[in-house]
T-cell receptor, first 115, second 115 residues
Framework: AQKITQTQPGMFVQEKEAVTLDCTYD???????LFWYKQPSSGEMIFLIY??????QNATEGRYSLNFQKARKSANLVISASQLGDSAMYFC????????????FGTGTRLLVSP | EAGVTQSPTHLIKTRGQQATLRCSPI?????VYWYQQALGLGLQFLLW???????NRGNFPPRFSGRQFPNYSSELNVNALELEDSALYLC??????????????FGPGTRLLVL
């Protein structure tokens, strides 16, 4: 069964610094996708970045990059040049090729960016 | 382009009542997903609708049901409400390409409180 683990309940970072949010996963399916979402206090889940299991390069989207280490089954999110508006919950999620479209989420990491 | 919309934003019910939550997907999206985010339980997959049919459901009792209309909007019904049904209910939509990288885009959610 697919499983996502986020071991950092909370992280603190100063404005303009980089921060890494950890995510490890477990699956027996060779084909899968990994997603990161941001959830501000308003509740809406905002899609940030995607990494496919067969992608050769790490995904990047603006200030977001994904450090994908397939052998270690990790997909850490790196946020560069943190901004106050980055303060939110961050969720790592996975979908297996045979997973009937459902996303399985980790427990999330709360990021607080200080001035 | 409008994102996923959900109504109502907040809903207060008493135990034993029925709740109806509504979701309109992004224009052009035909798949709709429902997730429950309860305190302490994280995000759990509830239901997936595609082309008007239920394609997959999570580990929830039958009193959680729904439907998808010809315009691809969806309704989630929760019968015989219990206190533990109090949660944020998130709706997501995607294209129906059924590919690993197909992103699910979320709405702002409906906060259901059962008293």
């Amino acid at each position: 069964a697919q499983k996502i683990t986020q071991t950092q309940p909370g992280m603190f970072v100063q404005e303009k610094e980089a921060v890494t949010l950890d995510c490890t996963y477990d699956t027996s399916d060779p084909s899968y996708g990994l997603f990161w979402y941001k959830q501000p206090s308003s509740g809406e889940m905002i899609f940030l970045i995607y990494q496919g299991s067969y992608d050769q390069q790490n995904a990047t989207e603006g200030r977001y990059s994904l450090n994908f280490q397939k052998a270690r089954k990790s997909a850490n999110l790196v946020i560069s040049a943190s901004q106050l508006g980055d303060s939110a919950m961050y969720f790592c999620a996975m979908r297996e090729d045979t997973g009937f479209q459902k996303l399985v989420f980790g427990t999330g990491t709360r990021l607080l960016v200080s001035p | 382009e409008a994102g996923v919309t959900q109504s109502p934003t907040h809903l207060i019910k008493t135990r034993g009542q029925q709740a109806t939550l509504r979701c309109s997907p992004i224009s052009g999206h035909t798949s709709v997903y429902w997730y429950q985010q309860a305190l302490g339980l994280g995000l759990q997959f509830l239901l997936w609708y595609d082309e008007g049919e239920e394609r997959n459901r999570g580990n929830f009792p039958p009193r959680f049901s729904g439907r998808q209309f010809p315009n691809y909007s969806s309704e989630l019904n929760v019968n015989a409400l219990e206190l533990e049904d109090s949660a944020l209910y998130l709706c997501a939509s995607s294209l129906e390409l059924r590919e690993i990288q197909e992103t699910q885009y979320f709405g702002p959610g409906t906060r259901l409180l059962v008293l």
